[in-house]
């Protein structure tokens, strides 16, 4: 029998597996934490073949059992279009799952040392994972499975974790009134975005190589999924925080995907300025959220590694600014312009102060 592990709480996930997996030895590795309260373990069975068959994935969510239901809800609702993790076994009142094992390689691995020509597959490949996640009935996930709606007061909640996180953190207070008219004409442009199932970390760490069908991407980490809009993930996606691409390579996947979601007969943009200019709206209220997020977790949670990461989201959120004063709608302009000013003369000078040292 494998040994019981130091900690009481390792010790009942032990014994709990090992109901699981009867006359079966085992060994337990624990894997590095993410920005959750969540721990996740890999489960290799000794006494079984060296397959991949004998390899699982452990949730342990003690403190986060709602997080746990909603992720097999989520499952159930993704699983007849998109690759997620089968279920094993599961003991919610526990805290305990025991997943499928898609394998260590993340796409963003994919990414390193891969030529031009490989990388536009995987992302093309992403692009169309996403599209079939979007084939979804937006009443079925609503009716069957509870997602809620991605509404005004959650998209103005995530908006005010830069108010209320980073702008603290680099010393500076934002400007009241120009920060209520820049949520505001976001939120009204992004609600009228057609809306999909949205899975809302749809990022280069939570997208796998499955390491049994090299043909299709792992999609994981979806249990705070929503209905809001078709732009969402795919600025998740192209924008990630984790990995950087020119401007004409964005533009081009961003026509891509436009396609793909034509030719799978989905509500989209009539052309391809509307799409982009969806995708910039949605860019600056989710990298808005980002920055206090990264902020957050090492403030509070004392995850200080997303710090070095602030930078890369601060240039996609200057970039998305700019576009939108450029190019966005005579309403959106008028919200953008004055709070681009404030941005340009009070908040990046204390943005660069803070960062420049460490991390620029």
Known sequence: MTQPLPNSRQQQLHDWLQAVFTEQTFDLQS???????????????????????????????????DAMRQFINVAKL??????????????????????????????????VKAT???????YQLAMQTLVALQTLSVEQAKSEHQLPDYDSALLDREMDLFSEWFMPYIGVAVDPKLWRALKAVLIQEILQQPAVVVHRDYHSRNLMQDQADHSRLGVIDFQDAVIGAYTYDLVSLLRDAYVEWSEPQISAWTRDFWQLQKQAGLSTAA??????????????????????????LSQRDGKDRYLADI???????MVELEWLEAHGSLQMQQAVTPFNDYLREHILPAYQRQFVQQYI
């Open 311 to 317: 930078p890369k989201v601060m240039r996609d959120f």
């Open 271 to 296: 052309d391809i300025a509307q799409f982009e200019n969806d995708m910039n709206v949605m860019g600056v209220q989710r990298h808005l959220k980002v920055l206090g997020i990264f902020v957050r």
């Open 78 to 111: 993704m699983a007849p279009v998109i690759n997620v993790p089968t279920l094993i076994a599961q003991d919610v009142a526990k805290g305990f799952l025991v997943l499928q094992d898609f394998g260590t390689v993340e796409f963003a691995h994919l990414l």
């Open 116 to 122: 031009p020509e490989q990388v536009d597959r995987h």
């Open 31 to 65: 894997l590095p934490g993410d920005a959750s309260a969540r721990q996740y373990h890999r489960l290799q069975l000794t006494t079984a073949p060296q397959s991949q068959a004998a390899r699982y994935i452990v949730m342990d969510s003690a403190d986060e059992q």
